[in-house]
């Protein structure tokens, strides 16, 4: 396979630019911490409405096919359901539960949590852009019923490496 | 009681393995409070494996397949005598497959160089379509890298897959090879299975601590 691909920061620039106004998402180098912040993340304060955590993309082993896993976190007294999911890695996103498609949606009860983990759920990115790598961060956007779009960016876990574990919300 | 245990945990499994089975499958589902695979393996506590015990235990399968070489695999005979982790799957499965291949690699990597030597990684893939001998060399070489045996990967006919499935007792898999048993057997020095694991966050240290229990240390 290829070595990694990092963008120079200023194509970087004009990149998140052109897709800024349509998809909101791109894939590339961008540190987790920057784009969280600028992106309002669920991590950002106890105040957030709904929270993600652990989240990281699996290194695919394929090439063609890649899982995201991650906690949702609902910190309201209402439930709330995850009614889409969009990525900057690939074309075609679909979320997986108990070993099966996911139409419906995700509901996160009230002060409760969802975990997608291997075996039990994931969001699966088909059509992929381009390799997936360790040290590449993927964006996605989540949509919810009540808490409406989170931008939420996750790391890329080499194959064998151990998965970072999810942390509740104070 | 323990034997009653066994019992119960194995045909919790294969209710687990039938519901649980595969990475993907067309019809819409809901999350449900089933056990999971490591609240399965406490009640195969007693039979000393951390991995879901197999009582009776299965004779290690005959079945033919082809390997990525494009030669003729023996399973029974070419695997014979040696500690063998048998497992279905398929390249394009997201979630369980290659979960389950970096378990059974960080396995590998946590037992003593002797047993490692002797083990043996056979994966055959339900996807007899896509799943060409280049495909499968390619997928398998992402997990053994530093492991003194390459992972054997094996493919064939829809009706060889299916018999080498039959022969090694797990769930049949459908559509197309995608929805297949997630359950990986392990095969002792003696050719016995006396264990299997399932998907669960702690597979890599069952195998670890299960593999050296069936290797020959003599």
Known sequence: MGAVRRLPLSMLLAVLLVVAGAAGLVRG???????LSAAADGTAGPQQPI???????????????????????????????LTAVDSGAGAQVS???DGM????????PPHGSVSLAPGKGHVMIEKLYGPLKPGQSVNFQLTFAQAGQLLLTVPVIAIGAPAPTPEAPR | MSRLWSLWARLAALLLVAALAGCVSGSAGTPTASPSASELNDHAAGSGYSGLGLDPPQPRPQFTLTDTAGKTFRFGTQTAGKPTLLFFGYTTCPDVCPTTLADIANGLRGVPETVRKQTQVVFVTTDVKHDTAAVLKSYLAKFDPGLPNRFIGLRGTQSEVDAAQVAAHVTLAEDEGRT????????GSDDYARVAFLQSTNQAEQVAHDLPLVADTK
Request: aromatic content about 8%.
């Open chain 1, 95 to 97: 979320l997986h539960t």
């Open chain 1, 51 to 81: 929270v993600v955590s652990g989240g990281y993309v699996r290194e695919p082993a394929n090439g063609v096919s890649a899982a995201a896993y991650f906690t949702l976190y609902n910190t309201t007294d209402s439930i709330d359901v």
């Open chain 1, 101 to 108: 498609q996911h139409s419906a949606g995700l509901s996160i």
């Open chain 2, 180 to 187: 297949h048993s997630s359950e990986v057997l392990l095969y």
């Open chain 1, 29 to 35: 180098s961008i540190p987790s911490s920057a784009a």
